[in-house]
C-alpha cells in the first residue's frame, strides 16, 4: 500500500539546476533510509545519495559538491537538489525508501516509478 511519487524532472542545459522530490504515502512510519538512484541507458542502476532518519547524508564520488540531499520526516518526503548537471547526469531517477519494523524486523524496500532527467549540451 505504500507509494513513492517522484516529481521534478525535465529537461535541463548542461551547466544549469533542477530540484527533484520524492512524497511517500500510504504508512504512518518513518522510513529509517531514503534516497535517490538513477539508471542512465544501457546501464546498471547506480546510487546517487542517502539520508537516514537522522539526517546524515551520503553522496556517490561523482555527485559530491553537486548534489545535496534532504528530506522532512513530519511529510515523509525527500528532495534532491541539482546543480551544475552535465549530460553525463542524463537518467532516469528513482526514489527509494526502507523500512525496518521493529528491532528483529527484516528491511522492508520500496521504489517509487522514476521521472527523467535529461541534460543537453
Known amino acids: 500500500q505504500v507509494q513513492l511519487v517522484e516529481s521534478g524532472g525535465g529537461l535541463v542545459q548542461a551547466g544549469g539546476s533542477l530540484r527533484l522530490t520524492c512524497a511517500a504515502s500510504?504508512?504512518?512510519?518513518?522510513?529509517?533510509?531514503m534516497g535517490w538512484y538513477r539508471q542512465a541507458p544501457g546501464k546498471q542502476r547506480e546510487l546517487v545519495a542517502s539520508?537516514?532518519?537522522?539526517?546524515?547524508?551520503n553522496y556517490a564520488n561523482s555527485m559530491k559538491g553537486r548534489f545535496t540531499i534532504s528530506r522532512d520526516n513530519a511529510k515523509n518526503t525527500v528532495s534532491l537538489q541539482m546543480n551544475s548537471l552535465e549530460p553525463e547526469d542524463t537518467a532516469v531517477y528513482f526514489c527509494?525508501?526502507?523500512?525496518?519494523?521493529?528491532?528483529?524486523?527484516?528491511?522492508?524496500?520500496?521504489w517509487g516509478q522514476g521521472t527523467q532527467v535529461t541534460v543537453s549540451s
Open positions: 527509494n525508501a526502507v523500512l525496518i519494523l521493529g528491532q528483529f524486523g527484516p528491511p522492508l524496500n520500496y
Open positions: 539520508i537516514t532518519s537522522g539526517g546524515s547524508s
Open positions: 500510504g504508512t504512518i512510519f518513518t522510513f529509517n533510509d
